[in-house]
């Protein structure tokens, strides 16, 4: 997400903000997985990607409030709420200068199969958090989608193994038509963000 758009500068400080996260949404029952930028550089690196500018992690929409009663106890332990968009959907943390966005993943059914939309954009077969695995990275323990690879390959493309800067995850075409249609005022709004989302992964592309 869009805050001072520079890359993580303190490995140490976002590693403790995502084992923060982690811990004190476990003790209200919360389960957290890694998602976008930081998964893609967990199972493809082990590493947070050089270039990201935050730590990427979901929740799923059935613990909003508990989510919500949690934060106090984020902010007591130093992870400061910066931001909050998307009706309640998106989330922004900031310790040390570093950032953690929370998003929070919904189940959807669309065209006759459940997905889940991991914003308001992206969207996954449900079978990707029907189930979640753990992962160690970076010395600690954290849980990411089921089958991570077919996930990021849905997400990325079938070259998510090479490191691309600024590569965005990929739209989901139907997701887009179904806001369009719930919102038809936003019609320029829609088309601007599709445009947007093509123009970037074709350039993206030609440097490959």
Request: contains cysteine; glycine residues 6%; charged residues 30%.
């Amino acid at each position: 997400m869009d805050h001072d758009k520079r890359p993580i500068q303190d490995k140490k400080a976002a590693l403790e903000n995502l084992i923060i996260m982690r811990d004190t949404l476990d003790k209200h029952g919360i389960k957290m997985f890694l998602s976008f930028g930081t998964l893609l550089g967990a199972v493809r690196g082990k590493d947070f990607i050089p270039y990201d500018d935050d730590v990427d992690i979901g929740i799923f929409d059935t613990d909003h409030e508990g989510f919500i009663e949690a934060v106090t106890e984020l902010s007591s332990q130093g992870l400061v709420l910066t931001q909050r968009w998307e009706n309640k959907r998106f989330y922004a943390f900031e310790r040390k200068g570093e950032f953690i966005d929370v998003f929070t993943a919904m189940k959807t059914r669309r065209f006759l199969h459940d997905r889940w939309d991991l914003d308001t954009r992206a969207s996954v077969p449900a079978r990707h958090l029907d189930t979640l695995e753990a992962i160690d990275f970076m010395g600690e323990r954290f849980f990411i989608p089921f089958e991570a690879p077919m996930l990021l390959r849905n997400l990325y493309g079938k070259n998510w193994r090479i490191p691309i800067q600024g590569c965005p995850s990929r739209f989901d075409v139907s997701a887009y038509i179904e806001r369009l249609i719930a919102n038809p005022g936003k019609l320029l709004y829609f088309l601007s963000r599709f445009k947007h989302s093509i123009s970037s992964r074709a350039a993206l592309r030609g440097k490959q």
